[in-house]
């Protein structure tokens, strides 16, 4: 069997070690050639890389994917890649719902095409969108259907989606069948980590294991993964180990604006972080839950106020 010549960046890319990615695929070639069918991949993952740091660099990722968006019939994984980017960097609510039916388009665009590649890369970009969005029945519709139904890139965005969602029922059940379609695969151990850290128990053990290993990597201290070895050392009782890691975190380029290292330390008790999470992101998840949680308290002590 030929061997994939983007093992080691998509390797770097699962692991959330986005710069080291970067690196890895700029060494090759990553503009348009008809001699290196890679080299459009080795730019999306750059791209994508770059979308994923935090904050996000949308200008750099732009860029990356220039030269393929001028070529004739630009590749529609660069246009969707491109699509995102320009949704993320978008703060007026318009533009970015014409960002969303771009990247919908796209997506019925790429069904039933000749390039599986082209098709995998769209609705993993897509679902991520329609997430983000809260348009969750258009994510699981995108990532269960066509080449996303035998894509681990898309089942394991599903997984986080229905983790997100307290279906541990269905994310138990599409990890399973996953193992069968690549039960070595990076992405494999990811699911399993994340079911983990959801579920508790033994399998919480694994996960912790699984993010000790990527703690242990060169390149493997990146803010994602100090926070998701933060919240297993948490569930784990580690209250200390957490924080170290949060704290390690935040010392990282960009750590100490990411919404999710602040949610965790935040839960870990690190003295500020909630007030930073919800300035920095009250939209986030937890932050959101904080705010409504401090108004139906407020309500409630309001009941018992005494009156001079």
Known sequence: ?????????????YQASYK???SEASSQPHTPSDDDPSSLHRALYISRSHLSLSPPS???AQSVLAAFLQLDSPPLSARAVSAFASYLSDSESENKEEKVEEVRDLVLECEGGEDPDE????RVVAGGVFILEGENEEAVATLTEGVAKTDLECI???VQLLLSLDRKDLAQSTYAAAKKIGNDSLLIQAMEAWIGLKTGSRPLHQSYYYYEELYQLPAG??????????????LLGHVDEGKADIIEATQREGGDKDA???????TLGVEGFAERLAATAPKHPF?????????????????FAITA
């Open 1 to 13: 069997m030929e061997a994939d010549p983007l093992y080691h960046v998509k390797q770097l890319f």
């Open 58 to 60: 949308t200008s750099n």
């Open 260 to 266: 999710d290292i602040l949610a965790v330390g935040t």
């Open 119 to 122: 098709e995998r890369i769209v």
């Open 287 to 303: 932050a959101a839950d904080l705010a409504e949680k401090g108004k139906l308290f407020d309500e409630a002590a309001a009941k």
């Open 156 to 158: 394991a965005l599903l």
């Open 20 to 22: 080291a990615c970067i």
């Open 221 to 234: 201290r990146t803010p994602p993964v100090l926070a998701s070895h933060a919240a297993a050392h948490l």
